[in-house]
């Protein structure tokens, strides 16, 4: 099996290749910032003939709440984890900040 992952437009998109499976064989867990993929497949005789486990860590700045996946027809595990939103507050700036140095006369920093 071989898996690509990338970043593209705030989704953090992980591509397994997982041939020989169908999408009823593949199990995916979530644990903190790591997911796991596992996949059996079992014959109607009950013998397992194909196995598959591996784990992929996650970027911190994705939200694993969202995480989405989708398997196609050929085997190609598509797993999609959208970035974090993160809560924008504005900074002020202080324009004029008084500092008081070893001598007992005040000056005025601007920035």
Do not use: W
């Not at 992952?5 to 499976?21: C, S, T, W």
């Not at 994705?62 to 959208?82: A, H, N």
């Amino acid at each position: 099996a071989t898996a690509m992952a990338k970043m593209r437009d705030e989704m953090f998109e992980l591509v397994v290749q997982i041939h020989g499976f169908e999408p009823e064989d593949v199990q995916i867990f979530c644990v903190d910032q790591a997911v796991y993929v596992k996949a059996k497949h079992v014959t109607e005789q009950g013998f397992v003939n194909n196995v598959y486990e591996q784990k992929f860590n996650l970027p911190d700045d994705v939200d694993t709440d969202k995480l989405t996946s989708g398997m196609s027809m050929d085997g190609i595990l598509m797993i999609r984890v959208p970035r974090r939103e993160s809560p924008e507050r504005t900074i002020p700036i202080q324009r004029e900040i008084e500092i008081r140095g070893g001598r007992k006369r005040p000056c005025a920093l601007y920035q």
